[in-house]
């Protein structure tokens, strides 16, 4: 399984006795990820400084007699003060190290040190820190262009999240028009593999006598019009993540090489006589009911299971009311960026007759309308006759219903038990607390020791 996901800082080491130090240094970042540039004189460390600017932590050794560490200090204090410079003494002399230290240098290693001295100077100037806070944002971000503000799209986000900075399979269920896609690219964006490609395939849109030429591409001549070879979505997803939507649309016959994909992550090329392994994450999506379709013959069980690892339920558009207002509004700041649009935003009235609509089409629906409205619409505020008669009249005929009284409670439909909805929301607690108890407590609106009872029945403590 990848790590969770991290941009690793890259590390400048200049050394002219590059065969000893460098092997050392690498055996210091085992348990680390990170890149190492190396220069054999101050000119040319010098000249990598200025033309790379992500340069995260400078180390200069000494050892060689070539490179002396005070111009190198010099420069980089005037060039690049916030930069921490480790250096590899010569001698084990407390002289050099306070004058090392005087113009200033982060760290001192006196000749002879391991590689754990190495390593346990790196982690003190704080680079490894800085990355992960910065791969958190990214984190975090990936998951922003999914504009909710509903308690049920907030957990599916987290749990997004979570199981983005695993390697698993994951399915995605939900409603056409949910933002399945959006999903499955936030969490590609948010994983280890966010650096490799996103390729997305949808399963109902190319003809099953094409679909397993698509995914596993084929050699010149396996068929009549193979004039060449072709790579398939498997290949060119190398190194990256897959997502096959409309999974419940796939053939049979494709269905039984996925499922080979998925057990040993090996795919056979048409017209090939072997096979060739493939590092791919997979995401697949569907509207369908998947366990229905197994009923019936249609999709296979064990595909099912291999599928299934982690599975996510967007809930449709009708189950979170409160986020219409915020995705219109987006929609509505994208026309005036794009086309110059004067609407500014909704009426209470026209935005209480969206409220009380069916969306059968989800978000996309409402995009659609959006978008209509930005043609119709000349006015800057849209008002109830503003909108579409098929908006309009079921908005002012059924009266908007509580979410209380649904048939199905959102927060239910995730497959949660009550104890894995409490465990999360006392890390999210915690999380956003920064740790603090007395803070998390005042989040969840429970006393500081009803939450410590809490936490020690999940050993959060």
Not at 438 to 452: D, F, G, P, Y
Request: hydrophobic share 40%.
């Amino acid at each position: 399984m990848r790590e969770a996901p991290m941009h690793p800082p890259i590390l400048l080491l200049m050394s002219a006795a590059e065969l000893s130090s460098r092997p050392l240094l690498e055996r210091a970042l085992a348990k680390r990820q990170a890149t190492i540039l190396t220069a054999s004189s101050s000119e040319e460390g010098f000249g990598l400084l200025e033309q790379r600017q992500d340069i995260a932590c400078l180390l200069v050794d000494e050892s060689g007699g070539k490179i002396p560490s005070g111009p190198v200090l010099s420069y980089v204090r005037r060039a690049r003060p916030a930069m921490p410079v480790l250096v590899f003494g010569a001698e084990n002399s407390a002289k050099a190290a306070v004058e090392a230290l005087r113009q200033g240098a982060t760290d001192y290693l006196a000749n002879p040190f391991t590689a754990s001295d190495i390593r346990s100077s790196l982690d003190r100037t704080g680079v490894f820190t800085a990355a992960m806070t910065s791969s958190t944002s990214t984190h975090h971000r990936a998951f922003d262009r999914i504009i909710s503000v509903s308690p049920q799209m907030q957990l599916v986000k987290h749990l997004a999240a979570e199981v983005a900075a695993t390697d698993a399979t994951v399915l995605i269920t939900g409603e056409s028009g949910t933002g399945k896609e959006l999903f499955a690219r936030a969490i590609h964006e948010a994983s280890a593999r966010s650096n490799g490609p996103f390729v997305a395939l949808n399963c109902a849109g190319i003809p099953e006598s094409l679909l397993e030429s698509e995914l596993f591409g084929f050699h010149r001549g396996a068929f009549t019009d193979a004039k060449q070879s072709k790579p398939g979505r498997f290949q060119t997803a190398e190194g990256g993540t897959l997502f096959l939507d409309e999974i419940g649309e796939m053939s049979p016959a494709a269905q039984v090489k996925l499922l080979r994909v998925l057990e040993d992550r090996t795919i056979s090329p048409l017209g090939g006589t072997s096979s060739m392994t493939v590092d791919i994450r997979i995401l697949a999506a569907t509207n369908e009911d998947l366990p229905a379709q197994i009923k019936t013959g249609k999709f296979r069980l064990d595909l099912y299971y291999r599928l299934n690892v982690y599975q996510l339920r967007v809930p449709p558009l009708r189950q979170r009311l409160e986020d219409i207002e915020p995705i219109a509004a987006s929609f509505l700041e994208a026309a005036r960026r794009d086309q110059r649009h004067p609407i500014q935003r909704l009426s209470p009235d026209a935005l209480a007759i969206l409220q009380r609509h069916d969306w059968a089409g989800n978000v996309r629906e409402l995009h659609n309308v959006v978008e209509g409205l930005t043609i119709t619409c000349k006015d800057t505020v849209i008002l109830p006759d503003h909108l579409p008669p098929s908006v309009r009249d079921t908005g002012l005929s059924h009266p908007k219903v509580s979410e209380n009284t649904s048939d199905e409670s959102p927060l239910l439909a995730f497959g949660l038990s009550f104890q894995d909805m409490e465990k999360k929301l006392l890390v999210e607690a915690l999380r956003q607390a920064g740790g603090n108890v007395s803070e998390a407590s005042r989040l969840l609106k429970l006393t500081r020791n009803t939450l410590r009872y809490r936490m020690a029945k999940y050993n959060l403590c």
